[in-house]
């Protein structure tokens, strides 16, 4: 069936304009005035939107931590997205010690099965570089994965030593493969949280403690110089502030393959959220600074000094102790509240993928620090062109796949976990007033959300083959 959208303004990253859109076999195949086409269903967008539904490259779905697992699905945390206007996503597949590349993607790639309902690919994270595991990386690009995620911190757990990052960088600048770096200095974390916890320093503001901002700056700059070694495009994930950003502005100005990306959750709160009786739901990695780092961030996205805003998601119960009705259904699981009286033990991450649009645009766009243009390239466009998905992914353009988010510049609504459609039992925005929201998301032609009406099909997500060689923004 054929859809015609009609009336609306196109908002891409680098057009403003009006046109209608029609939509045959699952993409947009054609763009202009006075469209029209015998039997398509025609939808009215006028005073509206279009825009190209948002990518979010940072995702944690039913990701085992500590002893439970984060509390969104590939269906629920679909569900969530799809209302926040982001119809693909990248998740991250994590090899454990001692298995393949292989299996530890086979294991994701089970995940999304019979659930997923946007589209969706994977990373690989190494955390146990062996010959064999060498030599299997080229293999990915055959699964159509061409990215990497390495670990600086999580000692003993995810961390890799700099020979190890060394030379998979190597490897990847040689197979045009991007390498995403979570860029903390290990050692000098699991030294302070030791010592926070041996001098019964237990509170939570203890999680930004052990986490300083230099561990991060460190780290930031040894990933850079190691792609300026190696040649291999990085993109450092989850950059918090100021002097972080610079060591990425550092490499930028000299030419190097580096890009960075922030979440939203650092252009909203500070290490002060930390202190309220409920700030166990603020705890995540790195974690969050200050006020003039918030401020800091905006400028940094808006000039170009960042590409991309991913979010992190990775949401864990509040109080994991009593059920969450979900779609009817009841869901528990350990949460937050592992870490009552000890900062060490929160699982550390929150949710975000259905409030990363919503945020923006009501904070970035409508207050002036964003324009719609510079929205659509943070949120959708450079995700997919540094991913490997553009323009297939990331744009509204003839050939492109249909996913298309109708928004309603006027629409109003106040943010609450009692209606998000994440699965968690708590929304750090709770209370927040939105101004302009998705009023029909599309993926691939489909319709997932009207207004309040989900019609979303569990299964009907599609495995995203990227493609190496992409471009550096
Ligand atoms: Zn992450």
Redo the contacts with the bound molecule.
């Keep these: 069936m054929s859809i015609l959208i009609k009336g609306g303004t196109i908002i891409t990253a680098a057009d403003t304009y009006a046109a209608d859109v029609l939509i045959e076999n699952e993409k947009i195949s054609q763009i202009g005035t006075d469209l029209a086409r015998e039997g398509a269903q025609v939808v009215d967008a006028g005073g509206k939107l279009l825009l190209p539904g948002g990518i979010d490259v ?1 995702t ?1 779905l039913s990701l085992p931590f500590f002893s439970t697992i984060s509390s969104d699905d590939f269906y629920t945390g679909h569900k969530a997205a799809a209302f926040g206007g982001t119809t693909s996503h990248i998740d ?1 597949a994590t090899q454990r010690k001692g298995e393949t590349l292989k299996i530890a993607l086979d294991r994701w790639l089970k995940k999304a099965e019979g659930k997923a309902v946007i589209d969706h690919a994977v990373h690989m994270s190494i955390t146990d570089l062996r010959p064999d595991i060498l030599d299997e990386i080229p293999s990915m690009l055959d699964a159509g994965v061409t990215s990497i995620k390495l670990f600086m911190s999580y000692v003993n757990v995810y961390m890799l030593d700099d020979g190890d990052i060394f030379k998979i960088m190597e490897k990847a600048a040689e197979l045009g493969m991007v390498v995403l770096m ?1 860029a903390e200095n290990g050692y000098v974390i699991d030294s302070l949280i030791k010592q926070n916890v041996a001098a019964g320093n237990l509170a939570t503001e203890f999680h930004a403690k052990s986490h300083p901002a230099w561990a991060e700056t460190e780290a930031t700059l040894r990933a850079v110089a190691l792609a300026g070694i190696t040649g291999a495009s990085l993109y450092v ?2 950059m918090t502030c100021e002097e972080v950003v610079d060591q990425l502005r550092y490499g930028r100005e000299r030419g190097l393959p580096v890009m960075g990306e922030t979440c939203p959750q650092y252009l909203f709160f500070t290490e002060d959220e930390l202190r309220r009786p409920d700030g166990a739901k603020w705890v995540f990695s790195p974690p969050l600074r200050t006020k003039k780092d918030n401020d800091y961030l905006w400028r940094a996205l808006a000039e170009g000094h960042l590409q991309s805003v991913g979010t ?1 998601h ?1 949401p864990f119960l509040f109080d994991g102790t009593k059920p969450l009705m979900y779609e009817g259904e009841p869901y528990q699981m350990p949460g937050k509240e592992m870490g009552a009286g000890d900062f060490s033990k929160i699982p550390n991450g929150t949710h975000g993928i259905e409030d990363r649009m919503l945020m923006l645009w009501s904070y970035g766009v409508r207050q002036g620090r964003l324009s719609p243009n510079r929205f659509v390239e943070v949120t959708a466009t450079n995700p997919a062109k540094i991913f490997g998905m553009y323009p297939k992914k990331g744009t509204i353009a003839a050939g492109s796949d249909a996913d298309i988010v109708i928004w309603d510049p006027e629409a109003t609504k106040t943010v609450s976990w009692k209606t998000h459609h994440s699965r968690t039992d708590f929304n750090i925005y709770e209370g927040t007033e939105l101004v302009g929201l998705p009023e029909k998301v599309y993926v691939r032609g489909t319709l997932l959300v009207d207004g309040e009406e989900w019609y979303g099909k569990p299964g009907s997500g599609r495995y995203l083959h990227r493609t190496p060689f992409a471009p550096i923004i």
């Design positions: 940072h944690h991250f979570h994930v989850h992190d990775c």
